[in-house]
């Protein structure tokens, strides 16, 4: 995935003034940072598949809050783990790295909102944050026409698909532990797979 840097410049600071975080007057917000996005989606996530998307933080912040919501359950006693990775840059090219927060598990073989508390403070930066399952529960995720996945670039292997945001490796359980480091990369995915939200 390539990473947009105006004017040439290749440091986080280049781009603080272009993504910032619009105050809408609510308590506690939901949000993707760095997104802007309509939960507007349903997609079915595959079983044992570890998935990543990458997030820009645009100040130093504390999150207390990491979830989905489950709009079809999953199997009886089905769980999805949710977690953070840091991301690494070079050449215009960003991907996960080491394990920064595996945040647990959360049910999934019902519906509704599925909330994990955590007190995860990040820096100004780029990360990524990622989930699997041991199910195929489908989630409420940005629908294509509803996202700006400033400041990334996504890509495909052909000129008539839709560009690929989101990375997606196999793994042997989905409710395992969350790998350290990430995989090696092999695999993108559309952007209907953006389906985790952080709350500040």
């Known amino acids: 995935m390539r990473l947009f840097s105006p004017?040439?410049?290749?440091?986080?600071?280049?781009h603080r003034p272009l993504w910032i975080n619009l105050d809408v007057g609510e308590a506690n917000p939901y949000s993707i940072p760095g997104w802007l996005t309509r939960m507007a989606a349903s997609v079915t996530i595959t079983i044992d598949s570890l998935f990543a998307f990458p997030i820009y933080v645009e100040t130093t912040t504390t999150f207390n809050r990491i979830g989905?919501?489950?709009?079809t359950p999953g199997a009886a006693l089905?769980?999805?783990?949710?977690?953070?990775?840091n991301a690494s840059i070079s050449g215009g090219v960003i991907t996960?790295?080491?394990?920064?927060?595996d945040a647990g598990t959360v049910a999934v073989d019902s519906g509704g909102q599925k909330i994990i508390i955590i007190s995860h403070e990040l820096a100004a930066g780029h990360y990524y944050v990622?989930?699997?399952?041991?199910s195929t529960p489908a989630l409420s995720s940005a629908a294509s026409n509803q996202v700006a996945s400033a400041p990334y670039t996504g890509q495909h292997n052909t000129i008539d698909a839709e560009p690929s945001v989101v990375i997606r490796?196999?793994?042997?359980?989905?409710?395992?532990?969350?790998?350290?480091?990430?995989?090696?990369v092999t695999t993108?995915?559309?952007?209907?797979?953006?389906?985790?939200?952080?709350?500040r």
Not at 7 to 14: F, R, Y
Not at 78 to 85: F, I, N, Q, T
Not at 96 to 101: A, K, Q, V, W
Not at 130 to 134: E, G, P, Q, R, V
């Open 7 to 14: 004017g040439g410049l290749a440091s986080d600071e280049a």
């Open 68 to 71: 989905v919501f489950v709009s």
């Open 78 to 85: 089905s769980v999805m783990r949710l977690g953070l990775y």
């Open 96 to 101: 996960p790295t080491s394990l920064r927060l």
């Open 130 to 134: 990622a989930f699997s399952t041991n």
């Open 169 to 184: 490796e196999v793994i042997v359980a989905g409710e395992a532990p969350l790998p350290d480091p990430f995989p090696s």
């Open 188 to 199: 993108g995915v559309g952007k209907e797979n953006v389906a985790v939200m952080l709350r």
